[in-house]
């Protein structure tokens, strides 16, 4: 079959081609209904899709942006990337979602594919491990926000929740209903939302006057975190209250209860930072930290968008914060 031109589609509908472009560009101003009507039904019937490749040639755009999640198993991460998605569909962008897997080399690879793809920005959840890469591309002014965690030394906009004020208000909480072995548990302390959250655990540990039981600190990868738990459990005094880091963690500290017979509510307290999709239908009391990922995704891809459009503004930090549920 011979390809479908603009050309072949303003001949079906009686117009012109420069009618039929400012059609397929939404500029709809000094078009009238039935206009717009005959192009979209000559549309139909050719079967005429545009030549995106050509029209990202000349407005030196490709209208796609990228998104980088560190882990889409977070489903804060999956919220997010909606917010991000749902804004770009109505301005007319394109996102494509790539899952790193908290593994810089990935998040590299990915970075590189997109830029070879000529997206016109990234959203990053950075692994913070690719610090050269990031430079270089504030450097050469290219569109890019970091969400969920921070990189020292960069000047980037960046979207983050208060993890350490929200961490510290929990386990202030633990404190005031007369808990004094309080757990954390989180996994590998590499990146700023889990040091920042384990800050904020000292802090309201210090200022309540309790020393930290270096038994009660589980940090481990998912896989190790099972084991470790169960040493916890099975301490002679073992916690009464723990802080679960996010919401893997938290189900593998719920697994290790179940396995142990230990109630939540009943034979110890727990908190979770994380969005938890099921958190409002839960019987047992679990008090959640809950980030306002809609409005942090939606900022973020503002963001991106006025970089894309060189709006000339100078790169900040927006800090969100979280709520006890």
Do not use: W
Not at 83 to 95: F, P, S
Not at 107 to 122: C, F, H, N, P, S
Not at 172 to 182: D, T
Not at 209 to 237: C, Q, R, T
């Amino acid at each position: 079959m011979e390809k479908v031109t603009m050309a072949d589609v303003a001949k079906a509908a009686g117009v012109s081609k420069s009618t039929v472009s400012q059609y397929l560009n939404n500029r709809f101003e000094y078009m009238g209904e039935k206009t717009k009507q005959k192009i979209e039904e000559a549309i139909e019937a050719l079967g005429y899709q545009p030549n995106y490749i050509a029209r990202s040639l000349k407005q030196k755009r490709t209208s796609m942006v990228g998104i980088i999640v560190a882990n889409i198993m977070h489903y804060f991460s999956t919220e997010v990337s909606r917010a991000i998605e749902d804004y770009c569909n109505h301005h007319d962008l394109h996102a494509i979602v790539c899952n790193a897997d908290d593994d810089p080399e990935k998040e590299k690879k990915y970075i590189d594919m997109l830029r070879a793809k000529q997206v016109d920005g990234l959203i990053i959840f950075p692994t913070g491990q690719n610090n050269q890469l990031y430079e270089n591309m504030i450097r050469q002014g290219y569109p890019v926000v970091f969400v969920d965690r921070k990189v020292q030394n960069l000047s980037v906009f960046s979207i983050v929740t208060d993890n350490r004020e929200s961490t510290n208000r929990a386990i202030q909480q633990f404190v005031a209903k007369g808990h004094r072995r309080i757990a954390f548990a989180v996994q590998p302390l590499k990146v700023s939302t889990r040091t920042e959250r384990f800050e904020g655990y000292q802090q309201a540990m210090k200022d309540a006057g309790l020393e930290i039981n270096p038994d009660y600190v589980i940090e481990s990868d998912i896989p190790g975190m099972k084991s470790k738990l169960e040493e916890l459990f099975s301490l002679e005094e073992r916690p009464t209250a723990i802080f679960a880091g996010n919401d893997r963690v938290f189900l593998e500290v719920v697994r290790c209860l179940r396995d142990k017979g230990l109630k939540i509510g009943q034979d110890i307290e727990l908190v979770v930072f994380d969005n938890i999709p099921f958190a409002q239908v839960v019987e047992t009391p679990v008090t959640f930290i809950i980030q306002p990922a809609s409005e942090m995704g939606t900022k973020a891809a503002e963001l991106l968008f006025e970089q894309i459009n060189k709006v000339d503004r100078e790169p900040e930090e927006f800090v969100f914060p979280s709520k006890l549920v």
